[in-house]
Structure formats: C-alpha cells, structure tokens
C-alpha cells in the first residue's frame, strides 16, 4: 500500500497495548515475583489493546518478547520464562543491559524493525519485586522466586537475545576512588548548578524541595503511582528519621524510590497487524520521532556538570523529526531521578521548570522500579493521549549519571512523514573530553568544582565525594571521611572553594 492523503502505510509500528502493575502486599507468603509481575502486565496489556490468543499455537505470531533487565530476580532467560508462564511463544527472547532509557530504547529500536525489519508484533515489558526481595531477605527468608531460575521452558541456561548496547559507565580513576553510585554523582550535578545559578545553599534547598513538591501532586492524581500523596516543599527537604538525608544535598524524598514492587508491559505493532486483529483505531498511539544518544560514557571527560549537550543535541533532533518545538508538546514526562536530572533536562530542551514536567509524578512518588521507570511513563503518555487525542506527548529517558538519553514523541494521528528516527552520537562525540588526573598527579591545590556528602543512616555527615579543577584544567577526584569537613559543606556553599589533595586524594582540612 502506498501513503496518501487517507491512508497509513501498513509498516507504520504504533503502540495498542499498555499496562502497569502495583503489589502493595505485606504478607511474603503471597508476595508476587517480578517475573509474576511482568505476565500480569503483558496479560492485561493485550487486554487493554483488546485481542486474545496472542503468540499461541492458535493465534497470532509475536515476533519479539524483551524485558528490561531486572535487579530481583535470578532468571538468566526472563523473556523466555515469562513466555512459559503464560503459555506463548516468540521468535526472539530479548534481554537490555542496565538503563533508565531502556524501555524507551526498546520503543525505538521496536519502531524501526516493525518499519524496516518485516517484524508485525512485539512484547515490550520490565519489572521489579524488590521491596518484597528486600522485606524477605531482612526476615532471612528465601521466597522461591528469589532462588536461581533454571528455566521455566525447560531449557537450562539459555541465553537471551542481548537488546542494546552495554556502556562503560566508570572511568578507572572514579573507580579507584570508589564514586560509582548515582546517590553520590547526582547531588554533584546539584552542588554545582547551584553555584552556577548563586543560590545560597538555604535558597536552594527552597528551590528544589519546591520542584519536587510538584511532581507529588501530580503522582497523588496517578491510580498507578506508588506513593499517591502530596508533600509540602518544606516536607520534603527537612530532614526527619523518615526523611533522612542521603547525599547532600538530597533528602530520602528527593532519591529515587526503588523500594517497589511494580511492571509494565507494551505492545507495538504495524498498523496491518493491528487492522487483521481487530485492534480498535482508538487504542493507537503513533510514535512519531525517536533518537537516542549518550554523553562521553565517564562523567571524568565531560566539560562541566552544569551541562548535559547529548539531551540537548537529541531532544532538538527528536522535535525536528517531529516538526514540533518543544511549546507545542502538551504532555511532557521528562527523568526524574533526582532533581538534578530535571533541572538538566529541562534546561537542555528548553522547557520552563514552571511548566509540568511529568505525567507519573517521577521516581520518588511515582514509582521507581531501577531500569523500568519510563514503561510506565510510556504507558500513562498512552492513557493520557487516548483520553486527549489533539495532544502530543514526549518522553525522556536517562540511564546512567545523566548519560544514555532516549527520546520519544508520541500522539493519537499518524506522522505525515511516517516514523522518523536518528541518532546524532556523532555530534556529541566530536565535543571535546576534559583530561583527568590520577589522585598523584592531583597531589597540591585544586579548586572544587561540585561535590556531595555521604550520610550514615542515623542522619549524620560521613564521607566527602568531590569533583576538582586543578590549574591546567584537567580534571581530578577528591574524597574525605572528615566528618566537621562534611557538615560544614552541608552549611556552606564549597564549589569553588581551594583545597589542598594528599598523594591518595584525601582532602587536607
């Protein structure tokens, strides 16, 4: 069939099928798996796009079942297992390596082998049971989904088809300093816009408690939310035992909230699969622009924490393919892991922290089930366009420490173009890479650059994490387990401040 003013070319992938999943279960003896989790989401998302038998000896071919790589479970093959549980069949069984831009990835790389590839189906899910995993190994119990899967299909250890690339994520001398946790980088990226923007570390607090107070409004009006509850600003950035502060400058609030039991599941189709099932034209939503690009792998290489080039470069590009500007998109959920992922995302699209900036209400309310967060995303992007067919969603995807970026823009009418898809990594490779400097060479004055402070649990300043510039602009890793030095940077502003680094990169007080 060739496009024309009242047709849809067959090839064009749309989306008919979305489904989330909350277990908020306190008895472990009826605690779902996650894999139990992601077939009860794949199971409703074909309910939601209204076809039955699907990937059955009697029904219609699935071309692809993918999952987002989970941390609670052991499954070596979880696409596979959760085909056995449910009785269907795929020729692929697909497996992502770590990423909150996965599932978005996954859309994409979907969209572009329903257009080019000949593929007419494909099963998109991910899941998490870690609050149960974490409940259960805290009362020493091994709940049977916790133990080593062999492969509910009956074949031991076979590997899943690997679906996207596995970045690098940590240059040799972050490691040896042992900064690798998003709760120490992310408050970085925050120490350092603050600087930037001269904001007292009060009026900051202010700032960004504020921020984050409206996506929990917008989390208490989502049925899907984990956490459907408004906080104040002030509850949010005062420190209590429930709230207590993790990385300075962010509160428990203001962390991704991992502690979920959550899935969901998509299915994507061409239209011509979607006519010869019967799936009902309002259930389709058209994804009309894609990329997908990722900053210098190491945060060591990047020119400046205030800065996130690879989301601006791909969130340009993806409303060019989309022939919209970003005031035109409607419905916006943009990574909200910590705030300064938001703050950084925002800024690089040039999209107004004023404007609403998610549909779930983040990962601190809505749910933030690791890799998976952006299923659900993608999902309500769904709901809410079908509910407002005129409008246009877009939906940014982060995976590492504002590293991997996927972009979708999606809406109810088909693209005039058809779908459209780029990757401009070669832009963003060509940006310089800042040198960095072993803790040996760093040894003498340096001047800080961005920093976070590590608390124990009991609320109290532990260990120093910082970033410094020295001289001849290489950048260089500082750390301290000075606990006066570390409650004083929580008081005081620090970026750009000089210090003096010991031969290991401790920093001398």
Not at 67 to 72: F, H, M
Request: aromatic share 6%; net charge negative; glycine share 8%.
């Amino acid at each position: 069939m060739t496009s024309g003013p009242n047709t849809i070319d067959p090839r064009t992938p749309i989306l008919v099928g979305q489904a989330q999943v909350a277990q908020h279960i306190d008895d472990l003896n009826n605690a779902a798996g996650p894999l139990e989790l992601m077939s009860r989401a794949v199971t409703q998302a074909f309910d939601d796009a209204g076809v039955i038998n699907v990937g059955t000896k009697n029904g219609s071919h699935i071309d692809a079942l993918r999952v987002v790589r989970s941390l609670s479970t052991k499954s070596v093959n979880p696409a596979q297992d959760i085909a056995a549980m449910l009785g269907i069949s795929a020729n692929e069984y697909g497996l992502t390596p770590h990423g909150g831009n996965m599932p978005q990835y996954l859309v994409n790389a979907a969209a572009l082998q329903i257009r080019d590839g000949g593929a007419q189906l494909i099963v998109l899910t991910g899941g998490e049971s870690f609050r149960s995993r974490r409940r259960a190994r805290a009362a020493q119990v091994t709940l049977p989904w916790m133990q080593e899967q062999v492969g509910q299909a009956g074949q031991v250890g076979q590997a899943p088809t690997a679906v996207g690339e596995d970045l690098a994520m940590w240059h040799e001398i972050e490691l040896a300093h042992k900064i690798m946790l998003p709760i120490e980088i992310y408050p970085m990226f925050e120490t350092a816009l603050r600087h930037r923007d001269k904001r007292s570390v009060a009026d900051h607090q202010k700032y960004i408690s504020e921020l984050w107070s409206r996506l929990s409004d917008v989390a208490k009006a989502n049925p899907h939310a984990w956490i459907q509850q408004s906080y104040t600003a002030q509850a949010i950035r005062t420190p209590t035992p429930d709230n207590r502060m993790i990385g300075f400058p962010y509160t428990k609030l203001m962390n991704s909230n991992n502690d979920v039991d959550m899935a969901a599941a998509l299915v994507m189709c061409s239209v011509e699969r979607a006519e010869s099932l019967g799936i009902a034209r309002d259930k389709w939503i058209f994804l009309h622009a894609a990329t997908d690009c990722h900053e210098h792998n190491f945060v060591s290489h990047r020119h400046t924490f205030t800065d996130t080039p690879a989301i601006r470069i791909g969130g340009q590009r993806v409303l060019a393919l989309a022939e919209k500007s970003i005031d035109e998109i409607e419905n916006l959920d943009l990574y909200s892991c910590f705030p300064s992922a938001v703050q950084l995302g925002a800024e690089s699209l040039g999209v107004s922290l004023d404007r609403q900036l998610t549909c779930t209400g983040g990962l601190s309310f809505a749910g933030g089930p690791f890799n998976n967060y952006v299923m659900h995303a993608i999902a309500t992007t769904m709901t809410t366009l079908r509910e407002n067919p005129t409008e246009t969603g877009l939906v940014w995807a982060n995976g590492g420490f504002a590293t991997k970026h996927s972009f979708g823009v999606y809406a109810t009418t088909p693209p005039r173009h058809g779908f459209r898809h780029e990757s401009p990594q070669n832009e963003v490779d060509a940006l310089p890479r800042r040198a960095v400097a072993t803790a040996l060479e760093a040894k003498g004055a340096a001047t800080v650059e961005a920093y976070s402070v590590m608390h124990d649990r009991d609320g109290a300043a532990e260990k120093v994490r910082a970033a410094v510039l020295l001289a001849d602009g290489r950048r260089a890793w500082a750390t301290s387990d000075n606990t006066q030095l570390g409650t004083d940077m929580c008081d005081n502003e620090w970026v750009g401040k000089t210090v003096t680094l010991d031969e290991t990169g401790d920093i001398s007080v």
